[in-house]
């Protein structure tokens, strides 16, 4: 009789669902001896903020949260700024307002949530109001978009970012509101130049003869012009540039000179010589950079008939920069009385230019030596007796 049953269709039915059964409750065993502690937990990959949450649940997850902004509160290190050409305005931190349950209330698993944080009204205004007030931001209401800036600042807020700093400059609500003319020289163009073929030089290579200097660049005559340019146009397209960016912030890198020339006492080119010279096995460069947060403009322009102009374009800076000249004539000896002179004495010339910078509270912050040249001082050739 048990023979019959085990071979019947009942006992093959039965001993399937029991299969099943037990397979079926193994899987559920295996998941939740995998998953069963992360059940009521945030899963992986779950940020508030910057504050990782996964793995915890949500009474962790806020108390993490609200432990982590009080540390970001009661760390002195932490500093928050809006500035402009190097002043800033330093933001009291404790003027902003977290909303920790609503940031935890809006959680999605697995991806990174906004911790809510905001600046009240008055908040707002206190911050506008003083920001305007600083030294450097004289003349500068209504240039740029203060919702913007504050709009950023409280991203960084929060992220809880260790630091924060703004610069205005990207903010501007019309660029055209700060450009000036910052600097406008002249200069003759060298012997064998002609302007005219310079400039149309130029504009081959730069539109409407305007070259870009974005900020934090630097910058090369060589790559500026094509290997086509001629030496002595590279040179006073060098001097040029180097006699207008004299009294700014620009650094130079690279220079070069000519240190012989005739006529110390009048020639041109002395404190703005610049060599600028192809070889292929040396090569004259001249190199500078644009080292501010702003952004500046070249503009060639035809000043006379052998004369080139330059003009630098651009936000003018807060600081007051001076440029200081000191130059000492090196006297050539004279020729013996009497004596027949086969070419005459020449005078040398030392030539020192410092920068002088000075800040918003008239304080010399920086003096630099930005031009050394030296002309050494030739005796007259005269006949042997």
Known sequence: MFSSFRNSDLAYYLYTAFVLILGI???????????????????????????????????????????????????????????????????????????????????????????????????????DFELHNEPFM????????????????????????????????????????????????????????????LLANIEAVHDDLTIPLPAHSIYSVFDLFPQTTASSELNTIGSAILDLIKPTHFDIYERHYNPQISDVHNNPYIGRNVRVNRHPNLNYDFRFENPTYLDYELEFYRAGVDTLGLRLNGAPSLDRVEIEN?????????????????????????????????????????????????????????EDE
Request: proline residues 3%.
């Open 25 to 127: 409750g193994s899987l559920i065993f295996f998941y939740f001896m995998v998953t069963g502690f992360n059940i009521g937990v945030y899963e992986a990959n779950t940020l508030v903020g910057s504050v990782y949450v996964g793995g915890l649940s949500e009474s962790e997850a806020e108390a993490k949260v609200r432990d982590r902004v009080e540390q970001w509160f009661d760390d002195d290190t932490i500093v928050y700024e809006i500035g402009y050409q190097g002043y800033y305005y330093e933001i009291d931190r404790d003027l902003f307002s977290f909303d920790i349950s609503g940031s935890i209330d809006n959680i999605r698993d697995g991806t990174r949530n906004p911790l809510l944080v905001e600046l009240s009204p008055q908040a707002m205004a206190n911050i």
């Open 138 to 197: 004289s003349g500068l209401q209504g240039i740029f978009n203060f919702d913007d800036v504050m709009n950023e600042v409280l991203n960084d807020a929060g992220d809880l970012q260790q630091f924060s700093r703004h610069q205005l400059n990207h903010y501007t609500i019309d660029d055209a509101q700060l450009v000036e003319v910052i600097n406008d020289i002249t200069i003759p163009v060298q012997s064998g130049t002609d302007v005219d073929t």
């Open 326 to 382: 000191e130059e000492t004539i090196l006297h050539h000896n004279e020729a013996p009385d009497g004596a027949t002179i086969i070419e005459p004495g020449q005078d040398g010339k030392v030539v020192f230019i410092y920068r002088n910078v000075y800040d918003l509270d008239d304080n010399r912050i920086s003096r630099t030596i930005i031009v050394f040249e030296y002309y050494e001082p030739f005796d007259p050739i005269v």
